[in-house]
């Protein structure tokens, strides 16, 4: 562990790529604001859109052209095409078709800022710009994914053996992190660098990143905090991770941040007294209690650091994330990490003082639009903040997370319109009284049904979260329930429904007791030791390969009934003013590669499923 007793001064908060390019992620934020208060010098980056600026860039663009052209060639000239082809080829194509279609000129424009790109194009651009550019390191990739990026190693991020090779590679990182660090680190290193881990995504780059601190400034106290720590990183057996990082922290990073800072500006530095805190001692690894949970008002983001001109984002919305609690409320659904305090440490806020930061916060900046982040806000306190925007006459629009509850009313819908509301996004999961009981969701069908009547009557659009595959789902019941949602998103009362497998979490219940649920194996991969969410388990009801595939089916037919998606009519192009013909059929290797339904956490398990059981894809004579 390097110890910085008295020589350094100051903290770093990095957040790493890759995330979205909209906003900072609000971890670094929030803690800045509250070790600032508490008198620590903090230097907060966001090395995610630094990294944007980096790479988004005209000349890139151009080389990632150059190389689409090349590449699309060669593989057109192939007489059959394996999965992995089929992949990289569908890719640039689209990719390609998106840069034609707006024009080189207009589309750098976009990706260098210069422009706003439009929302409903965002998604579009964004993910062909990241498809062009890093091309040449297939499959190392990034996408755009759910409204958010996506970035895909070439291993598998809950491999601890593929993430330390991954960690001494350079891939298309290259050198920007030592390049973008050395700046900040040469002249006055800080005492402790703190990296937010919050996705899977962010682990490659964040070991990367660690390692770059290594060589530029040693002295430095390198700690890793956020959910993917907390919930696998923190729980690989072994200890090689520590030659990139001196410790680790799980639960809030407030107080363990602040009291880590200060333990070791003494000569003597004491972590045992550090809340949370992961570390090594003599070899031997020590765990701390976790810290605390602060109540909300004492934790405050601090976005100074962050020039909203450098995010991709229309002018009025939100930059800064507000809620009004935090956890769950009801902490009982059996498929939930219920059993961890970020679920199960339920807090409400003052929706008073809520409604002054959201309304300081409007008047300061402009925006107009805020995309509140609860887990589960409750009716009542939402209510509390709705009229007080009504009373105050306060022009703003807003999106919440709530659950299906009888409290949440017509009336209570219809004063959430009145105070802005647009979006209410609910936690359905299934549409089978059975299947709800059994993972304690604590709904009813009926009272599903009354609360997306009463959510439409009021105007307000509903967002659906459901899971196919919960345990013992059968294929009739999953083909009921996609029926129910399907009905409604083709009457207008649903806007838009995000699925997802079911994947056993070890802080669930049925993760603790999977026996209950009809579990009989869980089938986990040899080598996969960061506790991943688990797609392998065999038990009562479908088999993973039918939950897989009735979720790409259902999230297609959903997607094509709203309008979202197009059918690929593609048979030629133009890149760099030269005429590409596809010999490929797109549309017949779209669905083979949505055929691919071997369970899957991982771009590199999605490749590998694939190659195994998706048949080669053979050339057309004529395009």
């Not at 680190?185 to 703190?194: I, K, N």
């Not at 090689?240 to 003494?266: A, C, H, N, W």
């Not at 659009?461 to 789902?473: D, F, K, N, T």
Request: proline share 7%; hydrophobic share 40%; net charge negative.
């Amino acid at each position: 562990m390097t110890v910085s007793t008295g020589v350094l001064r100051g903290m770093m908060l990095i957040i790493p790529p890759i995330s979205s390019p909209t906003r900072p992620y609000p971890s670094v934020p929030q803690l800045t604001g509250f070790l600032r208060k508490n008198g620590i010098p903090v230097t907060p980056l966001d090395a995610n859109i630094a990294f944007w600026h980096a790479v988004f860039t005209g000349s890139r663009l151009q080389d990632g052209e150059e190389y689409a052209l090349y590449r699309l060639k060669e593989l057109d000239e192939l007489p059959q095409l394996s999965f992995t082809e089929m992949v990289e080829y569908l890719s640039l194509a689209r990719s390609g078709a998106i840069l034609e279609h707006f024009g080189r000129d207009l589309f750098t424009e976009y990706i260098e800022r210069k422009r706003v790109i439009p929302n409903e194009l965002q998604g579009s651009i964004l993910d062909a710009a990241s498809r062009l550019i890093f091309g040449p390191y297939f499959p190392e990739s990034i996408r755009y994914d759910y409204e958010d990026m996506q970035y895909a190693p070439r291993g598998n991020p809950y491999s601890s053996e593929d993430l330390l090779a991954m960690a001494e590679e350079k891939g298309l990182f290259g050198s920007f992190f030592e390049d973008y660090l050395r700046p900040y680190l040469a002249e006055d290193p800080p005492r402790v660098v703190g990296l937010s881990v919050v996705f899977p995504g962010h682990i490659v780059p964040a070991l990367r990143i660690a390692r770059a601190i290594r060589t530029l400034s040693p002295k430095t106290h390198i700690v890793f905090g956020g959910p993917f720590v907390m919930f696998h990183l923190s729980r690989v057996l072994h200890n090689k991770f520590f030659r990139y990082m001196d410790s680790m922290v799980v639960g809030d990073g407030e107080i363990p941040l602040l009291q880590l800072y200060e333990t070791l500006g003494e000569e003597k530095p004491n972590f045992a007294r550090v809340p949370g805190l992961i570390y090594l001692e003599k070899g031997e690894r020590r765990y701390n209690p976790e810290s605390v949970h602060l109540p909300l008002e004492e934790v405050y983001p601090e976005y100074r650091d962050f020039a909203p001109e450098d995010y991709y984002r229309k002018k009025g919305d939100a930059f800064a994330f507000f809620r009004l609690s935090r956890g769950c409320s009801w902490a009982k659904c059996a498929f939930c990490r219920t059993k961890s305090t970020l679920i199960s440490a339920y807090q409400e806020g003052d929706p008073d003082l809520f409604f002054e930061q959201v309304r300081r916060y409007s008047q300061e900046t402009g925006a107009i639009f805020f995309p509140f982040t609860d887990d589960e806000a409750s009716p009542e306190l939402v209510e509390h903040f709705a009229r007080r925007v009504i009373q105050e006459r306060l022009p703003v629009e807003w999106s919440i997370n709530m659950r299906m509850d009888k409290k949440l009313t017509l009336e209570r819908c219809l004063l959430f319109r009145e105070a802005g509301c647009v979006n209410l996004i609910l936690g359905l999961e299934s549409f089978h009284d059975r299947i709800l009981k059994l993972v304690k969701k604590g709904i009813t069908v009926p009272l599903i049904e009354q609360v997306l009547s009463d959510v439409s009557w009021a105007g307000l659009r509903a967002g659906i979260y459901m899971i196919v595959g919960l345990p013992s789902e059968t294929l009739e019941e999953a083909e009921y329930s996609f029926s129910r949602i399907f009905s409604y998103c083709s009457e207008g009362d649903v806007s838009y429904v995000f699925y997802s497998p079911y994947q056993v979490l070890t802080d669930s219940c049925i993760g603790q007791n999977p026996q209950e649920y009809g579990i009989r194996n869980l089938n986990l991969p040899r080598g996969l030791d960061l506790d991943p969410p688990n797609v392998w388990f065999e038990g009562e009801g479908m088999t993973r390969r039918e939950s897989f595939g009735l979720m790409q089916r259902y999230a297609w037919a959903i997607w094509k009934v709203l309008g979202k998606r197009t059918p690929l009519l593609l048979k030629q192009l133009s890149l760099l003013r030269e005429e590409v013909s596809l010999h490929y059929d797109l549309i017949e290797m779209r669905n083979r590669i949505s055929c691919n339904m071997e369970p899957h956490i991982s771009f590199d398990g999605f490749l590998v499923g694939g190659a195994q059981t998706v048949p080669p894809l053979t050339r057309r004579d004529t395009p």
